[in-house]
T-cell receptor
Framework: AQKVTQAQTEISVVEKEDVTLDCVYE???????LFWYKQPPSGELVFLIR????DEQNEISGRYSWNFQKSTSSFNFTITASQVVDSAVYFC??????????????WGAGTKLIIKP | EPEVTQTPSHQVTQMGQEVILRCVPI?????FYWYRQILGQKVEFLVS????????KSEIFDDQFSVERPDGSNFTLKIRSTKLEDSAMYFC????????????FGPGTRLTVT
């Protein structure tokens, strides 16, 4: 069965520290997609990154980086030199390559990240 | 840049009333979704819609819920007789035929049932 686990419920760090948010997933499929979304206090869901199961290259975008490891079924997200504006709830999500026109996202429980000034 | 829009942004209704949440997906998209997020909890899948029919629905999506694409632009979620536990943020999403897995989300409608 598909499942996404974000074991860290809440993380609190001081500004400028690096922080890593963990995501572990379970899927029966060989083709799947992994996502990270940010949900600021205003409530909207902001897309951060998508990764397909065939692309294990790590990705860096500014202060954000993602480490995808199929061997451990993990897709971790690191923020370098954190800023107060990074404070939000971060969700990891999974979508399988289903044949029935359904690409529903399976969501983790989210990690609330608090960056203190 | 095209975006998914949702109206209203906040809806307050009394228990037992019917509500319709509206979404306008991105115009050339083919797949449509509704998700729900109870305050402080994870986002949950409700229903997916493709080719004018439901392709998948979750256990949450019971007989009280229905979806419709009444014209070429709107995608609606109707809750027939609201319950207190329906209070949540409802997100609409859409994706195109080439990258169906890449869903674009609307800003959400906060539904409060009193």
């Amino acid at each position: 069965a598909q499942k996404v686990t974000q074991a860290q419920t809440e993380i609190s760090v001081v500004e400028k520290e690096d922080v890593t948010l963990d995501c572990v997933y379970e899927t029966r499929d060989t083709t799947y997609y992994l996502f990270w979304y940010k949900q600021p206090p205003s409530g909207e869901l902001v897309f951060l990154i998508r990764r397909n199961s065939f692309d294990e290259q790590n990705e860096i975008s500014g202060r954000y980086s993602w480490n995808f490891q199929k061997s451990t079924s993990s897709f971790n997200f690191t923020i370098t030199a954190s800023q107060v504006v990074d404070s939000a709830v971060y969700f990891c999500a999974l979508s399988e390559d289903l044949m029935d026109s359904n690409y529903q996202l399976i969501w983790g429980a989210g990690t609330k990240l608090i960056i203190k000034p | 840049e095209p975006e998914v829009t949702q109206t209203p942004s906040h809806q307050v209704t009394q228990m037992g009333q019917e509500v319709i949440l509206r979404c306008v997906p991105i115009s050339n998209h083919l797949y449509f979704y509704w998700y729900r997020q109870i305050l402080g909890q994870k986002v949950e899948f409700l229903v997916s819609f493709y080719n004018n029919e439901i392709s998948e629905k979750s256990e949450i999506f019971d007989d009280q819920f229905s979806v419709e694409r009444p014209d070429g632009s709107n995608f609606t979620l109707k809750i027939r007789s609201t319950k207190l536990e329906d209070s949540a943020m409802y997100f609409c999403a859409s994706s195109d035929g080439l990258a169906a897995y890449e869903q674009y989300f609307g800003p959400g409608t906060r539904l409060t049932v009193t």
